[in-house]
């Protein structure tokens, strides 16, 4: 099991940009797939961004060329830099840590609330 903490949400202005961060607890942090997902009202949890043990990521083509998904395994963090923000990536946005070998269980953090709004 990990704990995880998520922090940097806030209010932004469209065009604006956000750094959120996953402090995670435990010492085999550096095997986990680190995740953000989010999730907008009235609508399913979607990833957003996700990133494996050797650096790998993966982005929803929604945030392709605005976001990037960070990993520092000496600190047990996980950052999601947001440039380009929109109305339409105002959601609650959670950290996720999964284990290759342990597909189907899922830790989350409790999220941060992003609103992007003029």
């Known amino acids: 099991q990990v704990q995880l903490v998520e922090s940097g949400g806030g209010l932004v202005q469209p065009g604006g940009s956000l750094r959120l961060s996953c402090a995670a607890s435990?010492?085999?942090?550096?095997?986990?797939?680190m995740g953000w997902y989010r999730q907008a009202p009235g609508k399913q949890r979607e990833l957003v961004a996700r990133?494996?043990?050797?650096?790998?990521?993966m982005y929803a083509d929604s945030v392709k060329g605005r976001f990037t998904i960070s990993r520092d395994n000496a600190k047990n963090t996980v950052c999601l830099q947001m440039n380009s923000l929109k109305p339409e990536d105002t959601a609650v946005y959670y950290c996720?840590?999964?284990?290759?070998?342990?597909?189907?269980?899922?830790?989350w953090g409790k999220g941060t609330l992003v609103t992007v709004s003029s």
């Open positions: 435990g010492s085999i942090f550096n095997f986990y797939v």
């Open positions: 996720n840590a999964r284990l290759p070998s342990l597909p189907g269980v899922d830790n």
């Open positions: 990133i494996n043990s050797d650096s790998i990521t």
